[in-house]
């Protein structure tokens, strides 16, 4: 007994006495407490111990009952040199078809104790249990710090069970145990028989990346990286105690650093699962019997591990440089232009004055008849963008020559361009904003009547309410994130975020700092647009101040409030990415989407300001509406994937909020959802469709409300059919196609109202849609999907293909950043040509 244990040298100790006698070393005894009970159950009824020499790749034949137990004694010789080093595998067999008890193995070495039994029970998903006869495990290598040094390892054999029970024992040496860098080691592993391998950091390199491929999707495996120590855990019950570690299909990919790791090395170890459960594989229905024993089939895999250097600090150094450049010469671009548009200000705004005084000389000189003939000229040039400067000074000049000589003419005989049959004359017009806005042909002059400093305050609530919600929606989102990635870091459970591992570049605590960096570009440019708007806003309100008929009765109102909200948006959608992209999963998807639909909506409202400054609508009830979308996009994401009730609700309002908003776009808000909003219809029905038979007064708003149901409808109709996965892209996708019908509509008008785009606005507009698709383009790769499970995910990614720094997601955000901000610019500037044209000549679609 004593012999066997190798710890007492004489009969004059009893087992339980020899135990308590070599209990110094009270932590050791403590982690092999299981073992040593198993080895005192099982020498108590020995009755012959046999110990025979053993040698390495010879096959030993054996029998095994209760009343022997066998030992083979090992030895080998252990090398400093770390590419050298060979490892040692035990493989065992089971030759008994059945067996009372098991057989128990026991490998004692140097400082580590390694146990298992045959036939081994593992127990899969539901305590399901399988049983495994054919086991191969590799043992640690303790670390020695002679040049070379011969260690001995025992192999002990024992059984409970009374009948021989027939077992093979093989031992045999790992050539090819350290891997080496950028050479690429095939192996087979199933679940009894797992493999690991150890690396070694060499001179120079302090990041690896370890990759472990696969021909086949299943079995499902598990590969893990461990520090050099014993035990190693190796088996599926045990494999996400320590270390890193993520399961795989076909692909898997850690990146390691040196600084993880005190001894310069560590183990890469493979292990293949019980069961295809958590890689994705369909569940096996079986019987839940307490006492089944369930065959495990042939879960024999065959994988490629190879370990290559990761980028140096001079990678991470040109990424951000690169990065910086990109936006920072946006900066400079835009500093340019400025330059230049002053200088253009400042001749126009000569020349415009030049021109007023020539004008008010005229009109002085000839003041006592010919203010009909002025108007008559103004009426009949109005279509070109000279002529309409030129209305404009003379508009100047005669209010200059009105103030001179006290001569008083009402403000629309000024104004008018059109003749006097084409408005209503009733008394109330200009009170009663339902004869206004019934009107046939509107102006922006008929729905610009409030007060330009209530409506400022009005638009203003945009820029606060979304800087409120920005701060409380962006504290916790950052919190959670930091506690995923924590909790990353301290479990080592690489199946928590979904990265591209293949593109993965960490960089302190964060796992991918490469996906972080690359959402710069949205805090920039949002700031570089808020930039911009708080200039343009500045010289209007200069122009107000010195009172300036341009500004105070020509082109669109400015109101900044919505662009200053935009801009907010677009730097809260870069820090919202950012955090999401610290652990991207299913969980917090929302905190990347969230703001998109913001800029989406906001951008559609923009649009509908322009042309309606009194009827859009206001913060409160637009934030809400969002906030609504933001509601169903979580609960699309939770309980959408195959709910068919939750898409018959979701298409039912997705459909009823289409129509409500097409009937409050047709009759400019003049209607009411009340209880005889039924009648009202059945009765427009009646009248319109079936007694005359009339057509529709406003047939552009009618053209652009009916397309836009038909888009709608088709993508509720869509979505109901086919119940895409991705709920939150879905929503995104119906927003998307609403603004960008819109914004055509939009164009097409303006160009059929006689209105032109400028040259800059042009420019802006054929660059967004060319960056647009290039942006598309590079989304759509999919290097990582969280609908499916953390290994069908790595199955997507792709390495680095920007700088070996950035991978196609990083280039989406780049490129987006800038489309984005190129989209805002459009909306800015697309209206410029309106500038000096009277906004009674400005028309409403």
Wanted: charged share 15%; net charge neutral; proline share 3%.
């Amino acid at each position: 007994k004593h012999r066997t244990l190798g710890v007492c040298s004489d009969e004059t100790h009893s087992l339980v006495s020899c135990f308590r006698s070599q209990a110094d070393d009270g932590s050791r005894m403590l982690r092999f407490c299981p073992v040593l009970l198993v080895l005192m159950l099982a020498s108590s009824g020995a009755n012959v111990v046999v110990q025979r020499d053993a040698q390495f790749d010879v096959t030993y034949d054996d029998t095994v009952t209760s009343d022997n137990q066998t030992i083979y004694s090992y030895n080998h010789t252990v090398s400093r040199n770390k590419a050298r080093t060979e490892g040692v595998r035990v493989s065992v067999e089971l030759l008994s078809e059945s067996a009372p008890s098991p057989v128990l193995f026991v490998v004692r070495q140097k400082q580590a104790v390694l146990s298992f039994q045959v036939p081994l029970i593992l127990r899969g998903l539901y305590q399901r249990k399988y049983q495994y006869t054919q086991l191969g495990r590799t043992l640690c290598q303790p670390p020695t710090k002679a040049v070379a040094e011969t260690q001995f390892f025992f192999v002990d054999v024992s059984t409970l069970s009374s009948a021989g029970v027939q077992y093979q024992l093989r031992v045999s040496r790992v050539d090819r145990f350290t891997l080496q860098t950028d050479k690429k080691f095939s192996f087979n592993a199933t679940p009894s028989q797992p493999q690991f391998f150890r690396y070694v950091f060499p001179e120079g390199v302090d990041t690896v990346i370890v990759k472990v491929n696969s021909q086949k999707n299943f079995p499902c495996s598990v590969m893990s990286i461990q520090d050099i120590q014993c035990p190693v855990y190796d088996l599926d019950n045990n494999v996400a105690f320590i270390g890193m570690y993520q399961t795989m299909t076909t692909t898997a990919a850690i990146t390691v650093q040196r600084k993880d790791f005190p001894s310069n090395s560590f183990y890469v170890v493979v292990v293949v699962k019980t069961e295809d459960e958590a890689c994705g594989g369909s569940l096996r229905f079986y019987p839940l019997l307490p006492d089944e024993l369930l065959d495990a089939g042939n879960r024999s895999k065959t994988l490629d591990v190879i370990v290559s250097p990761a980028i140096n600090s001079e990678v991470y150094v040109m990424g951000m440089l690169f990065c910086l450049g990109i936006f920072l010469s946006f900066y400079l671009l835009t500093f340019l232009m400025a330059c230049v548009e002053n200088k253009r200000y400042d001749a126009v705004f000569e020349m415009i004055m030049t021109r007023i005084s020539e004008a008010a000389t005229n009109s002085l000189a000839s003041a006592d008849g010919n203010y009909g003939y002025i108007g008559t000229h103004t009426h009949t040039h109005t279509h070109t963008h000279t002529q309409r400067i030129y209305s404009c000074c003379q508009f100047s000049a005669l209010s200059l020559a009105r103030s001179l000589e006290s001569v008083g003419r009402s403000r629309h005989e000024s104004l008018s361009s059109v003749e006097e049959d084409d408005y209503d004359t009733l008394a109330d017009i200009d009170s009663d904003k339902n004869i206004v806005r019934t009107k046939k042909f509107l102006c922006v002059s008929d729905l610009a009547r409030k007060d330009k400093r209530i409506l400022s305050k009005k638009y203003q609530i945009y820029f606060w309410n979304i800087a409120t919600i920005a701060v409380f929606y962006a504290l916790p989102v950052i919190q959670l994130v930091i506690t995923y990635q924590t909790v990353v870091n301290v479990t080592g459970n690489q199946d928590i975020c979904y990265y591209n591992f293949l593109c993965a570049h960490p960089l302190g605590a964060l796992s991918s700092f490469n996906n972080i960096l690359s959402n710069l570009g949205y805090v920039l440019l949002g700031l570089l647009f808020l930039l911009i708007v708080l200039q343009r806003d500045i010289l209007h309100n200069r122009a107000l101040e010195r009172n300036e008929n341009t500004a105070l009765e020509c082109g669109i109102p400015k109101h900044f409030g919505l662009y200053y909200a935009m801009g907010t948006a677009l730097m809260m959608e870069g820090l919202l990415s950012a955090c999401y992209h610290v652990c991207p999963n299913y969980t917090n998807f929302q905190f990347d989407t969230s703001f998109m639909y913001m800029i989406a909506g906001l951008c559609m409202l923009k649009l509908y300001q322009k042309r309606h400054p009194d009827i859009n609508a206001s913060a409160y009830s637009a934030y809400a509406c969002l906030a609504a979308v933001i509601f169903f996009s979580v609960l699309g994401v939770v309980f959408g994937k195959g709910n068919t009730a939750f898409w018959i609700i979701f298409s039912v309002i997705h459909i009823l909020a289409t129509l409500l908003l097409s009937t409050q776009l047709y009759y400019m808000g003049r209607w009411r959802l009340d209880s005889g909003i039924l009648r009202r219809m059945l009765n427009v029905i009646y009248t319109d469709c079936i007694r005359q038979c009339s057509g529709p007064m406003y047939i552009d708003r009618m053209v652009l409300l009916v397309m836009g149901n038909i888009v709608n409808w088709s993508l509720a109709a869509y979505g109901l059919i086919k119940r895409p996965n991705d709920f939150a892209s879905y929503l995104l996708a119906i927003a998307i196609c609403n603004l960008l019908l819109y914004f055509a509509f939009y164009i097409i008008m303006k160009l059929r109202s006689g209105e032109r785009i400028q040259c800059l606005a042009l420019v802006c507009i054929l660059f967004t849609a060319v960056v647009w698709g290039f942006a598309l383009f590079f989304f759509f790769q999919g290097l990582s999907t969280w609908q499916k499970t953390p290994a069908e995910s790595r199955e997507h990614n792709r390495e680095c293909i920007l700088l070996s720094f950035f991978d196609d997601h990083d280039i989406w955000h780049f490129l987006s950043s800038i489309a984005m901000f190129g989209s805002f610019l459009v909306l800015l500037t697309m209206d410029d040509d309106l500038d000096t044209v009277q906004r009674d000549k400005i028309y409403v679609f």
